[in-house]
């Protein structure tokens, strides 16, 4: 089936292929919920089951990363939105800046998430390789303040105290937090190369008011990763702070 | 034949590899598909070979645990999930909604790809040490203990879900946003609203199978715990995951064949179908329904009391719009004039089989019952009359009702409906005495049993083995017929449908000129385009071989 | 054409960048609030309030960034739909794990103990 400019042969008009590719798009979004939801469940299951376990894993989590990350991809939403925008408004070359803009951002996301899994491995919280939910407190850095360090120790022994295999539950806590990161920044990956393949056209001013499906729905793609991180975010780094 | 049509309108190899003609596709899956039923198959009749006496004939207790899970894993993720949608489906749907393709083509030969990637992993799986988990998967045997090869298999059929995903993706966009002009969704025909159906399992359910799999590899691999009590992971979890897709999934297999019952059905009575809107909201219901009665499979893992409860009442909730659909073919029956051609006779095969499998789900779904009969042969005879003597037989019904326009020939009808009647000799001499095992309390999964079922097990393998020949008899003259068949016209049946009103074989682009439909479905009343005229003989075009 | 009606607003409704600014704003709050949340002891409710925020945030990027609001009814069905499935397994499968203590157990072997609780 042939390709007459942007209509593809199978379609009779713009207006079915835009339609098609945007229906497309948000049902592929309904089998991704469906996909992260097994993993909610799995955590939904396990943290009920261990919640001590997973208030301990939760803070070993850095706050400020978390925070700063949450922040970095609301961001990039909103340039990816107005990228959108600029499509719509025939703004060909804020296209390309917003673009940029989205995918810089989203490197910001995961150079941070880098950190912070290096973190992990550092304190010997890596699942299944020597987990040890007590070195961090055991082996602390020079220059920790030791008021805090002893707050740390005292947390850490009530919970030994409530659960007697808290490395065990707290290692189920951390393998599904790499798991649920894990898929999360693949998706980011994926994402990136879906916007890097936006941006080869968007210099080519390809974009118009009349053509910007896809810009239209890769937005789609990113909004959701967006999403899933806002549900991530309380429930693997907000667990319980309080104490 | 007309001259140019979608099978010689390009040539060679790569014409076929990377065509987007969705016929074309469904040509390439109906290969592959039929290539993993033979590997199904073959694990099948070592399976009943096996079983012949009592202590075992064939093969090592080992080798039969790896023997029952590879029938089950070929025969559900690659044979029986895929075949209608991904070989008739693909073919009918655009030419019946009077499209010229699905909406995403090339996202359809990727599906293609996708499924075979996927096989790769699980044939590489099966012949480098098997699988011997069950086709359940149930951890932490599957993440922790077996020896067989898991990987590979689980990362096969995690693949291979993609390309169930992208076909259902394909279908529903396609159904909202190509139908022609005139095409309302009350005049689509009740093989489309099936599909459509199908379509929502396969979106909803399957990426949690996916994510399930990806888990329990997940816990092989790098020694997690979600699913291993060990390390205070819960294998009821595991169940309740995978459970909450493959419940649904046994849907995805028995809904596209209850659509084809409805096409087959008014056409050989040569009548409206009665009840087609309950019909089509009877396969949206059990669609729906379906997904609410997963841990009816879990009924004896120490699940609580009052949520089996909850799961009994909802399946026994979802066999009603699975009767609804039987009391309205039967009623369409009634009245009509009856011809015995083959797809008929595989769809009066499919009501029947159709009807004892399901009435026995129900006794399974009754909680004191199946604490009698889970894991038994009952189960066994349960979902093979249901996935063969209803799905299979859809199946073959199809591939004949559709092949003279797939083909543009025609088979031979005479031996064709002998292979129908051993299939159905052959099917029943199989799996019935199966119930009768499995009440009398033979276990599932076992590689050998008391020496009073002998004769039961000696009879299931006897009809075994008549109903491979009824497998093998079309496979032959379906080939034969694709050279030296008489050709048939647009319409040999005739039926009504937009796909009748196009040439046998279609065009690549199915339609010279975009239809606009205004007449109704499963109108048999004066339709002249169609080859149907009110007090014209209703014996079917091409007479008997 | 038959499908007319069901895609003609679809296609132009284009949002103000103003709106767009304001929702990011909105989300900042949110986030700030979940976080300032999360230090307080509110017992069972921490876990509500973290939700609460997380879905009202999540339900502005559908709604604006993602275009939901100015979308054919079609999209919004399918926006519910996948929400609803995802409940049916959440609920169901929680009714099997909250519904499981205070069952007994009798069995009737001698050997072992006869009564258990579950």
Not at chain 1, 43 to 55: D, I, K, P
Not at chain 1, 139 to 154: C, I, K, M
Request: net charge neutral.
């Amino acid at each position: 089936m042939h390709r007459t400019g942007e209509l593809y042969g199978q379609f009779e008009t713009l207006e079915q292929q835009k339609d098609s590719a945007a229906l497309g798009m948000w049902i592929f979004l309904v089998t991704e919920v469906l996909f992260f939801g097994g993993m909610f469940m799995t955590y939904t299951v396990n943290r009920h089951e261990f919640f001590t376990a997973f208030g301990v894993g939760g803070n070993t989590l850095d706050i400020k990363l978390g925070t700063t990350n949450t922040i970095v991809l609301i961001m990039s939403s909103l340039t990816m939105a107005m990228a959108v925008w600029s499509a719509q408004t025939g703004r060909k070359k804020l296209v390309t800046t917003f673009l940029i803009l989205t995918l810089g951002l989203g490197g910001v996301f995961l150079g941070i998430k880098g950190i912070e899994y290096k973190q992990k491995f550092d304190h010997h919280l890596i699942p299944g390789h020597n987990f040890d939910i007590s070195y961090r407190v055991n082996h602390p850095e020079p220059g920790e303040d030791p008021q805090l360090l002893a707050a740390e120790r005292e947390e850490l022994a009530k919970a030994w105290a409530a659960d007697p295999n808290l490395n065990s539950h707290a290692q189920l806590y951390v393998s599904l937090y790499f798991a649920m990161t894990g898929l999360h920044a693949l998706h980011m990956v994926v994402g990136a190369g879906l916007l890097l393949w936006l941006l080869s056209q968007a210099v080519k001013q390809r974009f118009t008011p009349s053509y910007n499906t896809p810009v239209e729905i890769v937005g789609l793609y990113w909004h959701f990763v967006d999403i899933v991180w806002i549900y991530l975010f309380p429930l693997l780094y907000l667990i319980d702070r309080h104490r | 034949m007309p001259r140019e049509h979608y099978l010689n309108a390009t040539y060679g190899i790569r014409s076929w590899l990377l065509t987007t003609d969705h016929k074309r596709i469904a040509l390439l899956y109906l290969a592959s598909v039929t290539f993993f039923f033979f590997v199904g198959g073959i694990f099948a009749a070592m399976i009943r070979i096996h079983l012949l006496t009592p202590n075992g004939l064939l093969v090592s207790p080992e080798t039969y645990n790896k023997l029952f899970t590879m029938h089950g894993v070929a025969m559900i993720f690659f044979f029986l999930i895929p075949s209608i949608p991904a070989v008739i489906g693909n073919f009918l749907i655009p030419i019946m909604i009077g499209a010229k393709d699905l909406a995403f083509p090339k996202i359809n030969l990727l599906s293609w790809y996708i499924y075979l990637a996927g096989g790769c992993f699980v044939l590489y799986s099966f012949s480098t040490g098997g699988l011997d988990t069950g086709w359940t998967f149930y951890t932490p045997l599957s993440s922790v203990y077996s020896n067989s090869a898991v990987t590979p298999a689980v990362i096969g059929i995690f693949i291979n879900g993609f390309s169930s995903i992208l076909t259902g993706l394909n279908f529903i966009v396609t159904i909202h946003t190509m139908r022609a002009p005139g095409m309302t969704w009350f005049r689509l025909p009740l093989f489309v609203w099936a599909h459509y159906a199908v379509s929502l399992v396969m979106i909803l359910g399957t990426p949690v199978i996916a994510i399930t799999l990806l888990l329990a590899g997940l816990e092989r691999v790098f020694h997690l715990g979600f699913f291993n009590p060990a390390l205070g992971g819960d294998p009821i979890l595991f169940q309740h995951l995978f459970w909450f897709y493959s419940h649904p999934a046994v849907y995805i297999m028995i809904l596209p064949a209850m659509g084809v019952i409805s096409e087959i059905i008014p056409t050989f009575a040569r009548k409206e179908i009665v009840g087609y809107g309950f019909i089509a909201g009877s396969s949206i219901a059990i669609a729906v329904i379906g997904f609410l009665v997963w841990a009816h499979h879990m009924f004896v893992t120490g699940e609580s009391t009052y949520a089996a409860l909850a799961f009994s009442f909802l399946s026994y909730l979802v066999a009603v719009p699975s009767a609804v659909k039987v009391f309205n073919w039967s009623a369409t029956l009634y009245k009509g004039s009856i011809s015995f051609d083959t797809p008929m006779l595989y769809a009066l095969g499919f009501i029947g089989l159709f009807l004892i499998g399901g009435l026995t789900g129900l006794f399974l779904a009754c909680l004191g019952l199946d604490i009698h009969i889970h894991d038994t042969y009952f189960v066994v005879a349960h979902f093979h009359y249901i996935m063969v003597g209803g799905a299979v037989m859809g199946y073959l019904g199809a591939l004949h009702f559709w092949w003279p326009k797939i083909t543009g020939r025609l088979y031979p009808e005479f031996l064709a409906r002998i292979a129908a009647l051993v299939l159905f000799i052959g099917f029943n001499l199989t799996f019935f005495p199966q119930f009768i095992l499995g009440y009398l309390g033979m276990p599932r999964r076992y590689h050998n049993y008391p020496p009073e079922f002998q004769v039961l097990n000696v009879m299931s393998t006897a009809g075994a083995s008549i109903l491979a020949v009824g497998y093998l008899l079309p496979m032959v003259y379906l080939v034969w017929s694709m050279r030296y068949g008489k050709v048939a016209g647009p319409n040999p049946w005739p039926a009504t449908g937009l796909e009748w009103t196009t040439d046998s074989p279609p065009l690549t682009e199915n339609f010279r000129v975009t239809p606009e439909v205004t007449w109704e479905p499963y109108d048999f009343r004066n339709r002249p385009e169609l080859g149907l005229q009110v007090g014209a003989s209703l014996a079917p075009a091409h007479g008997d071989d | 054409m038959v499908n007319a009606a069901e895609h003609a607003e679809h296609t132009d409704h284009i949002v103000s960048p103003k709106i767009y600014v304001a929702i990011f704003f909105a989300l900042m709050i949110g986030t700030i609030l979940t976080v300032v949340a999360a230090f307080y002891n509110l017992g069972p409710w921490n876990i509500v309030v973290a939700l609460g925020i997380a879905t009202m945030k999540a339900t502005l990027v559908v709604l604006f960034f993602m275009h939901a609001k100015y979308s054919p009814g079609r999209t919004k069905v399918v926006i519910i739909a996948a929400i609803f499935w995802l409940a049916i397994m959440l609920v169901l499968t929680l009714t099997d794990y909250e519904t499981r203590g205070g069952q007994e157990v009798q069995l009737r072997s001698p050997a072992v103990p006869t009564l258990f609780h579950v």
